[in-house]
């Protein structure tokens, strides 16, 4: 599996809160709701930790979502979708796991036809918040 299939990262030239605003704006925009909002570099620091900036924001569709459990609940480890913004050397990334990678890892529950809906509801909220 080549890194392009496993996510999909673009870059922006908004400073780190604003692309996490951006995302979840275009996250309702795409008729997705955020779950929660993980602060991995609060929770790194609470811990004794130094790390640049980076967000994990878990997105959902419900009616997706029911769609494919009750193909397999299995799926649900990979659930929900995730949208990562962070920082390196200054630059401000926001990237997120391809749903279409589904249909690879759970073959049996015919999968791709939902998988690229909502991987192109994913890709627009990046394209959008860049």
Do not use: W
């Amino acid at each position: 599996m080549e890194q392009q299939d496993l996510s999909y990262t673009v870059t922006t030239d908004k400073d780190f809160a604003d692309a996490v605003r951006a995302v979840e704006e275009a996250t309702a925009a795409q008729g997705m709701k955020v779950q929660h909002v993980h602060d991995v570099q609060a929770t790194l620091k609470s811990k004794g930790y130094d790390s640049e900036p980076l967000k994990i924001i878990e997105i959902c569709n419900a009616r997706y979502a029911h769609e494919v459990l009750a193909r397999d609940v299995m799926i649900s480890l990979m659930m929900p979708c995730k949208v990562n913004v962070y920082t390196r050397e200054g630059k401000t990334y926001i990237s997120a796991l391809r749903p279409t990678m589904l249909a690879e890892f759970f073959p049996h529950a015919d999968l791709k036809e939902v998988a690229n809906q909502v991987d192109a509801k994913i890709r627009a909220i990046v394209d959008a918040a860049r």
